[in-house]
């Protein structure tokens, strides 16, 4: 089972910019698949982003894309999400989660605690 921090997140307003990280224990790292999701207040978890094993694939939300970058260092253990033109509309909490190596969003199972992300207007 892999283990999952996540860090990075803050309060910042909305046009600018943060980068999240997701450092995960064990030696297995390069063979999960990653994915970053997020909750907002009284809403359900919702895909943001995911990566395979090896970097090739990559798959955004629609309401994510062209704003966000998902990318992994395996040598460190660590996923990133560069998140630029931030809106209100993404503030959450956000959660780094790992599965299976192709990234399917659908497969996620391990996932660490989150770290809350706020825009304001």
């Known amino acids: 089972q892999v283990q999952l921090v996540e860090s990075g997140g803050g309060l910042v307003q909305a046009g600018g910019s943060l980068r999240l990280s997701c450092a995960a224990s064990?030696?297995?790292?390069?063979?999960?698949?990653m994915g970053w999701f997020r909750q907002a207040p009284g809403k359900e978890r919702e895909f943001v982003a995911a990566?395979?094993?090896?970097?090739?694939?990559?798959r955004y939300a629609d309401y994510v894309k062209g704003r966000f970058t998902i990318s992994r260092d395996n040598a460190k253990n660590k996923v990133f999400l560069q998140m630029n033109s931030l809106k209100p509309e993404d503030t959450a909490v956000y959660y780094c989660?790992?599965?299976?190596?192709?990234?399917?969003?659908?497969?996620?199972?391990?996932w660490g605690q989150g770290t809350q992300v706020t825009v304001s207007s």
């Open positions: 989660a790992a599965g299976a190596g192709s990234g399917s969003p659908g497969s996620f199972r391990s």
């Open positions: 990566i395979n094993w090896s970097g090739v694939t990559i």
């Open positions: 064990g030696r297995t790292f390069s063979t999960y698949g």
